[in-house]
């Protein structure tokens, strides 16, 4: 029997959901009804199913090297190792960062410190901004959160995190159009996710962290469903 309590981190998929400026917007429609199906059958049984058009970056996902990178050689999401995406985890409590602004170093090794965490080889490290929780549904979700500065991204990669992500449309700071989070993962070869949610109920805490991307032929990115597991 399963031991151990889950927390889902995962944002619905619907049509109408919030997605970054500039990317495919999400389509559900039902391509065939119980009513259709019987019509056809003519056998007392149905089935229905329903058509889904949305963005690799559209809802939670992770990114693959290959968005971020013009490396032709560059990993795309069906190359991505599975090792990197179910993994040991913390998450880290930077929701205090005012909006529009960038945190760094020195704000990753007063949180782990302030919860006695470390970054391991092989972690996953997840940032809490509360941008979900505070502002989903409206404007300011996806321009008015903080951003992970180049150092900060610098930092947790040389500990040993192999992925990383958030609870808003972007590691980067929408106002800061250098992408100084995702040039580095470029430059490293580092993968991250974006639009988490619920990542408040695992502030401070170690965990394992499963999200499986869809094996998507030379996806850019993959929707995931993504969950902590905290040990009871």
């Keep these: 029997m399963f031991k151990g309590k889950i927390i889902d981190l995962t944002q619905e998929i619907y049509q109408g959901m919030p997605v970054y400026p500039g990317h495919l917007k999400t389509v559900i429609w039902t391509h065939l009804s119980h009513e259709e199906c019987q019509r056809q059958l003519g056998t007392g049984f149905s089935y229905e199913t329903r058509g889904i058009m949305f963005c690799d970056h559209g809802p939670t996902h992770i990114d693959a090297v290959s968005h971020l990178s013009r490396d032709p050689k560059a990993e795309s999401i069906d190359q991505l190792s599975l090792a990197k995406c179910i993994t040991s985890g913390i998450c880290l409590d930077v929701s205090d960062i005012p909006q529009k602004t960038q945190f760094g170093r020195k704000k990753i090794e007063a949180e782990l410190a302030k919860w006695n965490l470390d970054i391991r080889k092989g972690d996953t490290v997840l940032f809490y901004t509360a941008q979900y929780d505070r502002y989903y549904g409206k404007p300011e979700y996806m321009t008015d959160y903080p951003g992970l500065d180049r150092e900060g991204t610098e930092f947790i990669i040389d500990q040993g995190c192999v992925n990383f992500g958030v609870d808003s449309s972007s590691p980067d700071m929408w106002y800061d159009k250098t992408y100084p989070c995702h040039t580095v993962c470029a430059e490293r070869g580092i993968t991250h996710i974006e ?24 996806g850019t990115g993959s929707p995931l469903r993504a969950v902590a597991i905290l040990e009871e």
């Design 195 to 218: 639009n988490l949610c619920n990542l408040g109920q695992v502030v401070g805490k170690r965990f394992t962290f499963i999200a499986l991307p869809l094996k998507i032929r030379q």
